[in-house]
T-cell receptor, first 114, second 115 residues
Framework: EAQVTQNPRYLITVTGKKLTVTCSQN?????MSWYRQDPGLGLRQIYY???????DKGDVPEGYKVSRKEKRNFPLILESPSPNQTSLYFC?????????????FGSGTRLTIV | LAKTTQPISMDSYEGQEVNITCSHN???????ITWYQQFPSQGPRFIIQ???TKVTNEVASLFIPADRKSSTLSLPRVSLSDTAVYYC????????????????FGSGTQLTVLP
C-alpha cells in the first residue's frame, strides 16, 4: 500500500531533550515536506525537500532541522525542543507531477513538550 | 501564492448535496485548484483537482468558472462520515516551476453533516 509513515504517533518529552520524528514514504516520491498544525492556525510548512540532499525552509523553520540522505526518508529533528513546539506534525510527499494525485500525508505525530 | 477564502463552517443534513465555495481572486495562470479533506487528528486527504470548467471523480465534483477567481467543491448526497474540514488550495502544478514551498493551507471549512 502506498503510504507515508510517521513515527512516533504520540510523544511527550521534556524541554531541551533532542528528539527525531521519522517520516518514510514508499512511493519513490521526490518531494517531501513537514507541516505543523495548531488550533486556529491551520497547517504551516516547516521544511521541504525537492530531492535527496536538497532541502529548504518553509514558513516556520525556527527550532527545526531536517535531512534527506535517502529518497524515502525525511526526518524532522528538534535539537532543543521547547513548549511552543507542542503541536500536531504531518509529513507529506508527492511525485514531480502533482496533476493526478496531489500530496499524500502521514497519519500525524502529536508532540507534547513539557 | 494565491490567497484563498472559504466559509469557516457549514452544516448540512444526510443525503443533501453540499457545495463549498472558495475565492481565489489572484490566481495565477499556472495555478491549479486542489481540495483536501481532513478528519480530526488525521492528515489531509486529496479529494479533487482542476484547472478550469468541471472535474468529476468518484467522490466529488469541482466547478471552476471561466475567470477562475473562485471554485466550488460539490459533494453529492453527504453522509455523517463526510463531517470534516475541507481545504481549498491554489498553486502551481509542477515542482519544477519553483513553487515547491507552496501548498499553503488556510483555515478550511468545517462541514458538519447532521442526521
Amino acid at each position: 500500500e502506498a503510504q507515508v509513515t510517521q513515527n512516533p504517533r504520540y510523544l511527550i518529552t521534556v524541554t531541551g531533550k533532542k528528539l527525531t520524528v521519522t517520516c518514510s514514504q514508499n512511493m519513490n516520491h521526490e518531494y517531501m515536506s513537514w507541516y505543523r498544525q495548531d488550533p486556529g492556525l491551520g497547517l504551516r510548512q516547516i521544511y521541504y525537500s525537492m530531492n535527496v540532499e536538497v532541502t529548504d525552509k518553509g514558513d516556520v523553520p525556527e527550532g527545526y532541522k531536517v535531512s534527506r540522505k535517502e529518497k524515502r526518508n525525511f526526518p524532522l529533528i528538534l535539537e532543543s525542543p521547547s513548549p511552543n513546539q507542542t503541536s500536531l506534525y504531518f509529513c507529506a510527499s508527492r511525485g514531480p507531477d502533482r496533476r493526478n494525485y496531489g500530496y499524500t500525508f502521514g497519519s500525524g505525530t502529536r508532540l507534547t513538550i513539557v | 501564492l494565491a490567497k484563498t477564502t472559504q466559509p469557516i463552517s457549514m452544516d448540512s443534513y444526510e443525503g443533501q448535496e453540499v457545495n463549498i465555495t472558495c475565492s481565489h481572486n489572484n490566481i495565477a495562470t499556472n495555478d491549479y485548484i486542489t481540495w483536501y479533506q481532513q478528519f480530526p487528528s488525521q492528515g489531509p486527504r486529496f479529494i479533487i483537482q482542476g484547472y478550469k470548467t468541471k472535474v468529476t471523480n468518484e467522490v466529488a465534483s469541482l466547478f471552476i468558472p471561466a475567470d477562475r477567481k473562485s471554485s466550488t467543491l460539490s459533494l453529492p448526497r453527504v453522509s455523517l462520515s463526510d463531517t470534516a474540514v475541507y481545504y481549498c488550495l491554489v498553486g502551481a502544478i509542477l515542482i519544477s516551476s519553483g513553487s515547491a514551498r507552496q501548498l499553503t493551507f488556510g483555515s478550511g471549512t468545517q462541514l458538519t453533516v447532521l442526521p
